[in-house]
C-alpha cells in the first residue's frame, strides 16, 4: 500500500505562482520509479478532472488544455516526488488538488489511478 501526501497548496491572487509537492512512499514492493503519475483537481460542486501525467522516466508528460503553457509537471524519483509547478494562476484553478500514481506507464485516466493523496487547496482570487 503506497501512500501520497501533497504540500505546497495555498491562496493567491491571479497571476501569482505555487509549486505543489507530493511525497510518495511505500513500505514494500514497487518504488515510485515504477510508477506513473499525475495531478488531477476537484473545484467546488465539479467531478474530478485531469490535469497532468508523467510517466515513470520522464519522457512523456500531458497537460489538460487549460494549463498547457502554465504548468509544468516534474518528478525526482531520487526524492520519491511528484511536483506540479503553476504560474500565471487564474481564478478558475481554484479548486483541491490531488496526485495519484498508476501502474500504466502514464494515463489521463481517473480510473487508471491505484493511490491517491488527501489533496491540498488552491485558492486563486481576482
Known amino acids: 500500500q503506497a501512500q501520497l501526501v501533497e504540500s505546497g497548496g495555498g491562496e493567491v491572487q491571479a497571476g501569482d505562482s505555487l509549486r505543489l509537492s507530493c511525497a510518495f512512499s511505500e513500505r514494500i514492493g514497487r518504488t515510485f520509479s515504477k510508477y506513473g503519475a499525475g495531478w488531477f483537481r476537484q473545484a467546488p460542486g465539479k467531478e474530478r478532472e485531469f490535469v497532468s501525467s508523467i510517466s515513470s522516466s520522464s519522457e512523456n508528460t500531458d497537460y489538460t488544455d487549460s494549463v498547457k503553457g502554465r504548468f509544468t509537471i516534474s518528478r525526482d524519483n531520487a526524492r520519491d516526488t511528484l511536483y506540479l509547478q503553476m504560474n500565471n494562476l487564474r481564478p478558475e484553478d481554484t479548486a483541491i488538488y490531488y496526485c495519484?500514481?498508476?501502474?500504466?506507464?502514464?494515463?489521463?485516466?481517473?480510473?487508471?489511478?491505484?493511490?491517491w493523496g488527501q489533496g491540498t487547496q488552491v485558492t486563486v482570487s481576482s
Open positions: 495519484a500514481t498508476t501502474f500504466y506507464p502514464y494515463s489521463t485516466s481517473e480510473k487508471e489511478y491505484s493511490y
